[in-house]
């Protein structure tokens, strides 16, 4: 079953406005992690927050954890029009072995930044 | 910082062909790559899990007689397309693990088109 789902699915904001993506998972994990792909391009790493932690900070990034209902938020400030992608939670699952280090990835928040 | 590498970017191929598209690892040794698929406008669904040197790890749906992959080495996987079919196109992403760090490195992916 998908493990992460982030809403909304599309977001389009003006430069300048702050993006704020929500990414919801079913199962316990290890961590969660943000990723950005910009269109038709490789995924690159923005954050990692691990399962004890409640918030982290990189940037103008700012990802929440709620282990309690099982939610993660991505926040951009100031956005820019280079913040335009695809942004994606990951989650990596709560168990040892193999499958430990298995990413499942949601489906996706497409961020469009107007100039 | 770490670079995975995927080749070719762009495949174009007719129906019935076979495809293999290579996943290293530039600056590291990756006991461990993961091979995704993502359908247009999509999340990445896991394909399967590549241990080097032993059988790969399929999840579900998948079929390993059709996606074949190779961990010969600590730098490099392989997925071959055997007998590729218009369904089969897609944007097909590699992930691999630093041995050392644990860190997890994403490919920029091949985009298969099959005629």
Not at chain 1, 58 to 80: C, E, H, N, P
Not at chain 1, 86 to 102: H, I, K, P
Not at chain 2, 59 to 77: C, M, P, R
Request: proline share 2%.
């Amino acid at each position: 079953s998908q493990q992460g789902e982030e809403d909304p699915q599309a977001l389009s904001i003006q430069e300048g406005e702050n993006a704020t993506m929500n990414c919801s998972y079913k199962t316990s994990i290890n961590n969660l992690q943000w990723y950005r792909q910009n269109s038709g391009r490789g995924l690159v790493h923005l954050i990692l927050i691990r399962s004890n932690e409640r918030e982290k900070h990189s940037g103008r990034l700012r990802v929440t954890l709620d282990t309690s209902k099982k939610s993660s938020s991505l926040l951009i400030t100031a956005s820019r029009a280079a913040d335009t992608a695809s942004y994606f939670c990951a989650t990596t699952l709560g168990y040892s072995g193999a499958g430990s280090y298995q990413l499942t990835f949601g489906k996706g928040t497409k961020l469009s930044v107007i100039p | 910082g770490a670079v995975v590498s995927q080749h070719p970017s762009r495949v174009i191929c007719k129906s019935g062909t076979s495809v293999k598209i290579e996943c290293r690892s530039l600056d590291f040794q990756a006991t461990t790559m993961f091979w995704y698929r993502q359908f247009p406008k999509k999340s990445l669904m896991l394909m399967a899990t590549s241990n080097e040197g032993s059988k790969a790890t399929y999840e579900q749906g998948v079929e390993k007689d059709k996606f074949l992959i190779n961990h010969a080495s600590l730098t490099l996987s392989t997925l071959t397309v055997t007998s590729a079919h218009p369904e089969d196109s897609s944007f097909y992403i590699c992930s691999a693990r630093d041995a050392g760090t644990g860190e997890l490195f994403f490919g920029e992916g091949s985009r298969l088109t099959v005629l």
